[in-house]
């Protein structure tokens, strides 16, 4: 039998409405965004069950929004049943990575939530000092991906961002050289898609960013991992808890590679996946790194129920 790994979504995976259904279900879920509203100092339970998409698609919401509904549907699910022996090993994509730290027992719940809440606030004042953006390139390999980003720099930053999948990785950078960017793929035969974020997130331009969460990460306690955890950077597994912490500030200027971590966790056994948050984001690209792979969405309580992962009344 395939072993089960959990896997956490990252930034746009954010839900108008994501997990109201699960504090009249679940105690532990109720107690956890009680919790984060005392954590963050503002009402964040409310802009997850009724926020408008603009509130949610500011960084400094969206990236504690995302991380304390995950963690919710974490905690339903270990009302009954031993959540880290049911899922061994641990996964997330950018943002996602620290909901995979607490799920492997290197961060605790409040240090997790103080964390991703300064690290939105980091990057939102990145992305606010500069013009700047994201495109998704459909249809290249990394090679290509850089080839792009060469061409259309013009001495400006770009770079890869996210190495989500075969055929799709985003770049990031100066906003110019993401418009020429654009016309660039579309010459040697590539499709282009600009996203709608704030910034460029996981690029040079974030550096402001992981040099305040590098001041932040000094003072948090991380502990080993009590599972296998994947880093974004690397691709690999993470080691002890300096190497997590130095990891996590590259990760803000680094690229993800999400494909990287996803055949690691095939390659160690780990054939079956259980994406635990907001949305189903992780499912597709899940499926296209590798079609034998199953992947099972937990974004609401009638998910948990309907996979008999747990009982909850």
Known sequence: MQKKAAIFPGQGSQLSGMG??????????????????????????????????????????QQPAILVTSIALLEALGENVDVR?????????????YTALYHAGCLGFED?????????????????AADSGMVSLIGVDEAQAKA???EAAQGAVLSPANLNCPGQIVISGDQAACDRSVDVASEK???????????????????????????????????????????????????GPESIRKLL???VTQPVRWQDCVEKLIASGFGEFVEIGPNRVLKGLVRKIDKSARTTSIGTIE?????NLASIS
Do not use: W
């Open 249 to 251: 500030v590259d990760q």
């Open 85 to 97: 022996a049911m899922l061994p090993a641990a996964a997330g994509l950018s943002l996602g990575e």
């Open 189 to 239: 035969g590539f499709r282009a898609v600009p996203l709608k974020v704030a910034g460029a997130f996981h690029s040079p331009l974030m550096q402001s960013a992981a040099d305040g969460l590098a001041e932040v990460l000094a003072n948090i306690e991380i502990k080993a991992p009590v599972m296998p955890v994947l880093s974004n950077v690397t691709g690999d597994f993470h080691e």
């Open 148 to 150: 792009i980003c060469e």
């Open 303 to 307: 998910d948990i129920k309907e996979q």
């Open 20 to 61: 109201a259904d699960l504090i009249d279900a679940s105690k532990r879920a109720k107690d956890v965004y009680a919790q984060a509203n005392e954590i963050v100092g503002f009402d964040l339970e409310a802009l997850c069950f009724s926020g408008t998409p603009d509130q949610l698609e500011a960084t400094n919401i």
């Open 112 to 128: 997790v939530v103080r964390l991703v809440h300064r690290r939105g606030e980091l990057m939102q004042a990145a992305a606010d």
